[in-house]
């Protein structure tokens, strides 16, 4: 003990006696362009462009660029200059100041695309991409299994006497307001399920290829904004987020995706095709129709509801090699967020020359789901 105790205090003796003030000059520091991106074929080009500022600096403006020219050239030939659109003038640190930048011609898959910004005293920036050729999907064979959920099957809904979006402080956006519950409705005692045998076929030729696969909900009080189902793919291999690390994503059951994509490589096709192995939910979802509170404190009351059943879009994004790059090294900071004591330094991925930034392209392919009627009873409803 007496031993233990000594070693405590030398260590704790030179933890302090290495403390030290740092004086760090960035005197010298010169702002760089900033460009970001995705391209796609036949749909206008669009990139937001500001200029890069120390995390000092406390100005609304530091990363506006008032003068800047922004120049698309495809397959090596000068085709517009792209036109500004809107600026961002968000709060936020991580947006503000963002220029937004619109092409009015349309490019095409196999077309080398090149952008480049200038503004007066900053290097000129440039980044280059391939539009991918998208896959093809041979077939999607589902079939629907359940997974217990334990807990109380009373039914509710949220309602929010300021609007459908409140503030919360203990969860950020969300529904807030009351959750008012309905006892003569239930929900199942189990999640619904979908697997997903997806038969993915690719261009053949030697060159690597690199892939995103999302699942897509219609919704059906918004059409131009869908649900991204999540993914589960823990099932299959081919979604292992670093093969080098294997053993620790099975050790820790990391290799598995709630959010609503997953990347993945040509690395396991055979005959340049592969079959996926993936599962989601949330298929269905319920619409409550409900009284609508005259005075203040007043609760609503239930009317009725309804289970929508919106088709879902199974989609094979094709990525260029800069954008997969891109999506790994963001994938591989949450990775890094489980193992801190053996991680590497965390490095932003840019592929913009003389200026920061990512600049991509893809192409995907869709297949099209008619998920069935809810065959629950009428007084039941689905997790």
Known sequence: MKRKYISFLITTILLLSCERMLEVNFSDEKPLI??????????????????SFLFTDTDSTAPYLKDVSVELHVNDTFVEKLQRFAIDTAKYRA????????SESHVKVGDRVKIKASAP???????????????????????????????????????????????????????????????????????????????VRKQKN???????????????????YPFYLPVETQDDPIFARDPKNLFLEKLFNNNYSTNSSSVFTDNLF?????????????????????????????????????????????????????????????????????FDFISEPRVTYSNVHNGIGFVGSMSYISERIQIPSFPGGKNTVPR
């Open 121 to 199: 005293g900053l290097e000129t920036a440039w980044v280059e991409t391939v539009i991918p050729t998208p896959a093809a999907i041979e077939k999607v064979d589902t079939a629907t299994f359940f997974v217990p959920a334990p807990g109380n099957n009373t039914f509710g809904f949220y309602w929010n006497p300021y609007g459908e979006y409140s503030w919360d402080s203990d969860s950020g956006w969300g529904y807030g307001g009351y959750y008012i519950p309905v006892p003569e409705i239930f929900y199942e005692p189990f999640y619904r399920r979908m697997r997903l045998h997806i038969g």
């Open 95 to 102: 947006r503000r100041g963002n220029s937004y930048f619109r």
């Open 270 to 338: 055979k005959d340049n095709a592969y079959t996926l192995n993936v599962s989601t939910g949330g298929l269905y979802t319920v619409k409550v129709e409900h009284t609508k509170p005259e005075k203040e404190g007043e609760k609503p009351e239930y009317l009725s509801h309804e289970v929508k059943n919106p088709p879902i879009e199974v989609r094979i994004y094709t990525l260029s090699h800069d954008y997969y790059s891109y999506l790994k090294s963001v994938e591989k900071w949450d990775y890094d967020k489980e």
């Open 206 to 224: 030697d060159v690597a290829h690199y892939f995103l696969l999302r699942i897509v909900a219609e919704n059906p009080e918004y059409k131009d």
């Open 34 to 51: 900033v460009m970001n991106g995705v391209v796609e074929p036949d749909k206008p080009i669009s990139v937001a462009v500001s200029k």
